[in-house]
Each structure stands twice: as structure tokens, then as C-alpha cells.
């Protein structure tokens, strides 16, 4: 329960930095927002590993102001017997390329209320991020333990990618629920490319194709997903 309770006091921390010191807010960037989308993708593959049998559809709803953002993100497969998720989020993104946050990985079959250590259902993670032009750089560790969303604590996770105009390309490796037998591996290489299909001369749809390895495993999957 240590580990649910430091998730809290930084959840805490974190969003009253935010409230009571406005200096953190680009001035150029104060809208506030509310947004929703979602993708149908070919399959659902997160950080080299599958998850469901089949296509997905994966919704997310979000708050922001300026670089602030809370919103919750989802996937739910066309059987009801397949995999689903249903995420939050909190982050927030410097003007100078960093971005901190913290999500809570939550399984829908398993109590939403379970927090125990011994059958508790969600996964807390604190992520971080670096973006310089197309470069990208991702750390995230897992807080706690949470036999319901299959993980013991401890998970780490790091990626390195970099865009291109129409293509990015990336690598990632983590522990824990990441590879395989349990120790860190080389677990996603990915190469993304996107486009925009015209439906009408004010309408159109991005589509993207994902050519994914998992060294670890030795799986290989070629991902397609719409936008809308």
C-alpha cells in the first residue's frame, strides 16, 4: 500500500504545482479545451506486446489547459469476450520540450474500486518525456503492485524514436510486464509512416500503418489504424 499512497501524495503535489503557480502556464498557451476522438486500429499492439484477438476501437476524452492535460484513454475490442482498458491520465508539458505525467492502467472485469496490493486492478505508472525537433525520449516506471492489471511494481520502460515528415521510427525495452521472463529486453522496434485519405474536398480521414518487432518475443505485426 506504500506505493498507492506516494501515487497519491504526487497525483496531489502535481496538481496543486499546477493550480497555485500560474508562472508554469505559457502565456501564449492558456485556452483551455475539451476534446474527444477515436482510432480503429487492426489490432491493439502497446510497447511491442498484443493485447486482444482482434481490431479495436479506442476512444479518449480530454481536458487541457495550456500545457495541462487530464483525460482518459481507452481500448475495447468488437467481442465483448476480448480484451478492453480503460486509462487516465495527467501530464503536463514544458515549453522547453519536457513533459511529466502519471496513468492510472485500469482493466474493466476486475473491480474499478480494488486498490490492494494483493488483487488490486490498477497500475499506476509516473511517465516522462523529451522531445527536441524529431527527436523523442521516453522513461516511465510502474509505482505499484497490482495483480488485476498484471503487474508486481518496479516495471520500467524506456524509448527512443525520431520523426520524420511523414515517417517515425523508434525503439523501446523495458522489465517486468514488458518482456517475456520478466527481465529487461529490447521488447519494440517500430517504423510508422501516415497519410490522409480525401473523402471530400473539406473532408478527410489520417490513416497510419505500423510495421512492429518484438525482439524479445519474436513477434512481428503490421498494424493499420483510422482516425477520426
Not at 11 to 31: G, M
Not at 67 to 88: H, I, P, R, V
Request: glycine share 12%; proline share 3%; charged share 15%.
Amino acid at each position: 500500500m506504500k506505493s498507492i499512497k506516494a501515487f497519491r501524495v504526487l497525483f496531489v503535489i502535481f496538481t496543486a504545482t499546477l493550480i497555485i503557480n500560474p508562472k508554469l502556464y505559457s502565456q501564449t498557451e492558456s485556452k483551455v479545451t475539451f476534446d474527444a476522438g477515436a482510432d480503429i486500429v487492426s489490432n491493439y499492439i502497446w510497447r511491442g506486446v498484443k493485447y486482444g484477438a482482434g481490431p479495436a476501437i479506442q476512444p479518449f476524452v480530454e481536458f487541457s489547459a495550456g500545457n495541462f492535460a487530464l483525460g482518459s484513454w481507452g481500448s475495447f475490442a468488437f467481442t465483448d469476450s476480448d480484451f478492453s482498458e480503460a486509462d487516465l491520465y495527467l501530464s503536463y508539458g514544458f515549453d522547453f520540450g519536457l513533459s511529466i505525467g502519471l496513468t492510472d492502467y485500469y482493466y474493466p472485469g476486475t473491480s474499478y474500486f480494488d486498490y490492494s496490493t494483493a488483487t488490486g486492478s490498477h497500475g499506476f505508472e509516473v511517465n516522462f518525456g523529451y522531445e527536441l525537433s524529431g527527436l523523442s525520449i521516453g522513461a516511465n516506471y510502474m509505482l505499484n503492485q497490482a495483480p488485476g492489471a498484471g503487474t508486481a511494481g518496479g516495471d520500467m520502460y524506456f524509448e527512443l524514436g525520431y520523426s520524420f515528415e511523414m515517417v517515425s521510427v523508434f525503439a523501446g525495452g523495458g522489465n517486468g510486464w514488458h518482456s517475456s521472463d520478466g527481465s529487461f529486453a529490447l521488447c519494440n522496434i517500430e517504423m510508422s509512416v501516415s497519410k490522409e485519405i480525401e473523402i471530400t474536398e473539406k473532408f478527410s480521414l489520417p490513416l497510419s500503418g505500423s510495421l512492429i518487432l518484438n525482439p524479445d518475443t519474436q513477434q512481428y505485426y503490421i498494424v493499420a489504424a483510422v482516425s477520426f
